[in-house]
Protein backbone atom coordinates (compact mmCIF):
# COMPACT_ATOMS: atom_id res chain seq x y z
CA UNK A 1 0.00 0.00 0.00
CA UNK A 2 1.36 3.80 -1.25
CA UNK A 3 1.62 5.80 1.57
CA UNK A 4 2.62 9.95 1.44
CA UNK A 5 4.34 11.05 4.49
CA UNK A 6 4.82 14.66 4.93
CA UNK A 7 7.34 16.42 7.76
CA UNK A 8 8.38 19.81 7.93
CA UNK A 9 5.64 21.82 9.12
CA UNK A 10 5.92 23.80 12.62
CA UNK A 11 5.28 27.31 13.87
CA UNK A 12 6.97 30.23 12.28
CA UNK A 13 6.46 33.82 12.59
CA UNK A 14 5.02 36.14 9.62
CA UNK A 15 7.66 36.92 7.48
CA UNK A 16 9.50 33.37 8.16
CA UNK A 17 9.84 30.42 5.86
CA UNK A 18 9.77 26.52 6.04
CA UNK A 19 10.49 24.05 3.57
CA UNK A 20 7.66 21.02 3.79
CA UNK A 21 9.05 17.31 2.67
CA UNK A 22 6.81 14.00 1.14
CA UNK A 23 8.21 10.76 0.96
CA UNK A 24 6.52 8.62 -1.31
CA UNK A 25 6.38 4.70 0.06
CA UNK A 26 6.40 3.94 -3.72
CA UNK A 27 7.42 4.63 -6.80
CA UNK A 28 4.11 6.93 -7.71
CA UNK A 29 5.75 10.12 -8.68
CA UNK A 30 7.55 8.67 -11.74
CA UNK A 31 5.93 10.18 -15.07
CA UNK A 32 3.64 12.12 -13.13
CA UNK A 33 2.79 15.74 -12.31
CA UNK A 34 2.92 16.32 -8.60
CA UNK A 35 1.69 18.89 -5.94
CA UNK A 36 1.03 20.49 -2.89
CA UNK A 37 -2.04 20.51 -1.44
CA UNK A 38 -3.38 22.72 2.02
CA UNK A 39 -6.78 22.57 3.57
CA UNK A 40 -7.69 24.56 6.93
CA UNK A 41 -10.77 23.02 8.91
CA UNK A 42 -14.16 23.38 7.42
CA UNK A 43 -12.40 24.15 4.06
CA UNK A 44 -11.60 22.44 1.10
CA UNK A 45 -8.14 21.20 0.21
CA UNK A 46 -6.83 23.92 -2.53
CA UNK A 47 -3.86 23.33 -5.02
CA UNK A 48 -0.90 25.76 -3.78
CA UNK A 49 1.87 24.58 -6.30
CA UNK A 50 2.12 21.79 -9.17
CA UNK A 51 5.56 20.53 -10.74
CA UNK A 52 5.35 18.16 -14.03
CA UNK A 53 7.89 15.55 -14.50
CA UNK A 54 9.91 18.38 -17.34
CA UNK A 55 10.00 20.80 -14.36
CA UNK A 56 7.23 22.94 -15.58
CA UNK A 57 5.51 24.82 -12.67
CA UNK A 58 2.43 26.45 -11.42
CA UNK A 59 1.38 27.80 -8.48
CA UNK A 60 -1.75 29.28 -6.83
CA UNK A 61 -1.79 33.02 -7.43
CA UNK A 62 -2.40 33.77 -3.61
CA UNK A 63 1.55 31.83 -3.10
CA UNK A 64 3.30 32.72 -6.50
CA UNK A 65 6.67 34.35 -5.97
CA UNK A 66 6.80 33.17 -2.47
CA UNK A 67 6.26 29.44 -2.69
CA UNK A 68 8.84 26.91 -5.00
CA UNK A 69 7.92 23.36 -5.32
CA UNK A 70 10.64 21.16 -6.23
CA UNK A 71 11.41 17.25 -6.50
CA UNK A 72 14.12 14.47 -6.66
CA UNK A 73 12.71 11.58 -8.04
CA UNK A 74 15.26 9.44 -6.80
CA UNK A 75 14.55 10.07 -3.53
CA UNK A 76 10.43 9.90 -4.37
CA UNK A 77 10.35 13.24 -2.17
CA UNK A 78 8.47 16.37 -3.12
CA UNK A 79 9.43 19.53 -1.27
CA UNK A 80 8.17 22.64 -1.02
CA UNK A 81 9.97 25.44 0.15
CA UNK A 82 7.54 28.68 1.40
CA UNK A 83 9.09 31.90 1.69
CA UNK A 84 7.64 35.52 3.11
CA UNK A 85 5.04 32.96 4.89
CA UNK A 86 1.57 35.18 6.27
CA UNK A 87 -1.08 33.91 8.68
CA UNK A 88 -3.54 33.10 5.66
CA UNK A 89 -0.33 30.55 4.85
CA UNK A 90 -1.62 28.45 8.09
CA UNK A 91 -3.09 25.23 7.04
CA UNK A 92 -2.42 21.57 6.84
CA UNK A 93 -0.26 21.00 3.85
CA UNK A 94 -0.54 17.64 1.84
CA UNK A 95 0.86 16.38 -1.00
CA UNK A 96 0.24 14.06 -4.12
CA UNK A 97 0.15 13.67 -7.39
CA UNK A 98 -2.34 16.16 -9.69
CA UNK A 99 -4.76 15.29 -10.36
CA UNK A 100 -5.20 13.45 -6.94
CA UNK A 101 -4.78 9.64 -7.69
CA UNK A 102 -3.78 7.98 -3.86
CA UNK A 103 -5.11 8.14 -0.25
CA UNK A 104 -4.13 11.21 1.24
CA UNK A 105 -1.00 11.32 4.31
CA UNK A 106 -1.32 12.80 7.88
CA UNK A 107 0.16 15.98 6.60
CA UNK A 108 2.14 18.33 7.93
CA UNK A 109 0.68 21.42 10.19
CA UNK A 110 2.01 25.09 9.21
CA UNK A 111 1.14 27.36 11.48
CA UNK A 112 2.03 31.02 10.98
CA UNK A 113 1.66 33.61 14.10
CA UNK A 114 3.70 35.96 15.72
Known amino acids: QVQLVESGGGLVQPGGSLRVSCVAS????????VGWYRQNPGAQRELVAR???????IYADSVKGRFTISRDNAKKTVYLQMNSLKPEDSAVYYC????????WGQGTQVTVSS
Open 96 to 103: NTFPALWA
Open 51 to 57: MTTFGST
Open 26 to 33: GNIFSGKT
